[in-house]
């Protein structure tokens, strides 16, 4: 079936505008995650939605970024007032059920963010 | 607080040489760690967790608790082996994400 999917792939943006990055889970995963990949980093947790509970926002970076999911499916991650270091590849994981160890966290391919 | 340090931003090695890609933690806990691999062009994905004891593709992966390692290791390296490799760790306590190293680039020379 298909898998995590992301838009849009690349997205250039002038400093000081705001941008939205859509993330479609896999059907029927619980979990979504949102990641960040800056040049020669690792990737950084951003936030985690576990179906209706409160999203687990503690790696946002500032209050610039603020993220929601609809219906328990499909996530945007907004950063307003966008800045020269928020320009990263973001990435988006889904997984069953959102329980750790055993259970398998699914990347998406991504979105490539340059703020000019 | 957990972290993940890989060492070595590149290893490059010939083709049939045995490959380790080095991976320590910080975790006062009990950690579950996984590799992940991403290939040229396609997307991050799981390769092998510690709790699984698990090979594939020929990698395996221990998890020393003394040494906090968890270096992941193949005997002979292959072309197609080339990619970035993560090490990652999930400390199982609050929410579920996963604490990334910085990525090791694995280069197989033919």
């Known amino acids: 079936g298909a898998g995590v999917s992301q838009s849009p792939s690349n997205k250039v943006t002038e400093k000081g505008k705001d941008v939205e990055l859509r993330c479609d889970p896999i059907?029927?995963?619980?979990?979504l995650y949102w990641y960040r990949q800056s040049l020669g980093q690792g990737l950084e947790f951003l936030i985690y939605?576990?179906?209706?509970?409160?999203?687990?926002k503690s790696g946002l970076p500032s209050d610039r970024f603020s993220a929601e999911r609809t219906g328990g499916s499909v996530s945007t991650l907004t950063i307003q007032r966008t800045q020269q270091e928020d320009s990263a590849v973001y990435l988006c994981?889904?997984?069953?059920?959102?329980?750790?160890?055993?259970?398998?966290?699914?990347f998406g391919p991504g979105t490539r963010l340059t703020v000019l | 607080a957990q972290r993940v340090t890989q060492p070595e931003k590149l290893l490059s090695v010939f083709k049939g040489a045995p490959v380790e890609l080095k991976c320590n933690y910080s975790?006062?806990?009990?950690?579950?760690l996984f590799w992940y691999v991403q290939y040229s062009r396609q997307r991050l994905q799981l390769l092998l967790r510690?709790?699984s004891r698990e090979s594939i593709k020929g990698f395996t992966a221990d998890l020393n608790k003394g040494e906090t390692s968890f270096h992941l290791k193949k005997p002979f390296a292959q072309e197609e082996d080339s990619a970035m490799y993560y090490c990652?760790?999930?400390?199982?306590?609050?929410?579920?994400?996963?604490?990334f190293g910085k990525g090791t680039k694995l280069s197989v020379i033919p």
């Open positions: 939605f576990q179906g209706n509970s409160a999203p687990d």
């Open positions: 975790y006062s806990g009990s950690p579950e």
């Open positions: 510690h709790i």
């Open positions: 059907s029927g995963h619980t979990a």
């Open positions: 990652a760790l999930y400390s199982g306590a609050g929410s579920y994400q996963l604490t």
């Open positions: 994981a889904s997984s069953l059920m959102g329980g750790g160890h055993t259970d398998t966290q699914y």
